[in-house]
């Protein structure tokens, strides 16, 4: 059972143009939502990431957008450089109160900025 | 800091052979994640430890996986007997909550190749 699914295993964009990645999840006691981001041959880093009492945040060229009705999450690069050609990947946790939840990743999207 | 670090980086090995999978996390993270990567599903959570103690395990594939943490500084991931079908990358993340609210630093991940 995929709780976090992503369903576009590649994305191909040109550089300077924005890049929208997707992620879908199924349980609503999810509270935390983070990307990470994985470049061949190393471990996935944090990038950005979001509460469920926010809808939008914001780091730089880097924006992720949450839509709980509809259990959905974009990425948003703006604007894409050839260096942020990677594997990205969705991920969640049911924090709670307790910071108890465990993240649970979606199944990564390969980003390729042409230059 | 030196970050997550695991050994081998590489390892090819026999179907049937026993195959051990090394991790030291970042000194003063309570907890240790052992994940699978594979195309299909993306990254799996195998088993966490806190404070040293296996908290959850329920996504050990089978009796052949076992993992230990004998200590704050060490764990192992064993594989007895080795199949094919286990080759994938494997990484070990620590953290110092098991929520995402801080992330979770992963190692460079060793890529198993059973053949």
């Known amino acids: 059972d995929q709780q976090v699914k992503q369903n576009s295993p590649s994305l191909s964009v040109q550089e300077g143009r924005i890049s929208i990645l997707n992620c879908d999840y199924t349980?609503?006691?999810?509270?935390?939502f983070l990307w990470y981001k994985k470049y061949p041959a190393e471990g996935p880093t944090f990038l950005i990431s979001i509460s469920s009492i926010k809808d939008k945040n914001e780091d730089g060229r880097f924006t992720v957008f949450l839509n709980k009705s509809a259990k959905h999450l974009s990425l948003h690069i703006v604007p894409s450089q050839p260096g942020d050609s990677a594997v990205y990947f969705c991920?969640?946790?049911?924090?709670?109160?307790?910071?108890?939840?465990?993240?649970?990743f979606g199944q990564g999207t390969t980003l390729q900025v042409k230059p | 800091d030196a970050g997550v670090i695991q050994s081998p980086r590489h390892e090819v090995t026999e179907m049937g052979q026993e195959v051990t999978l090394r991790c030291k996390p970042i000194s003063g993270h309570d907890y240790l994640f052992w994940y699978r990567q594979t195309m299909m599903r993306g990254l799996e959570l195998l088993i966490y430890?806190?404070?040293?103690?296996?908290?959850?395990d329920s996504g050990m594939p089978e009796d052949r996986f076992s993992a230990k943490m004998p200590n704050a500084s060490f764990s192992t991931l064993k594989i007895q007997p080795s199949e094919p079908r286990d080759s994938a990358v494997y990484f070990c993340?620590?953290?110092?909550?098991?929520?995402?609210?801080?992330?979770?630093?992963f190692g460079s991940g060793t890529r198993l190749t059973v053949v």
């Open positions: 991920a969640a946790s049911a924090d709670g109160s307790s910071n108890t939840g465990k993240l649970i």
């Open positions: 349980n609503s006691m999810f509270d935390y």
């Open positions: 993340a620590s953290s110092r909550t098991s929520g995402g609210t801080y992330g979770y630093t």
């Open positions: 430890f806190n404070n040293n103690v296996p908290i959850d």
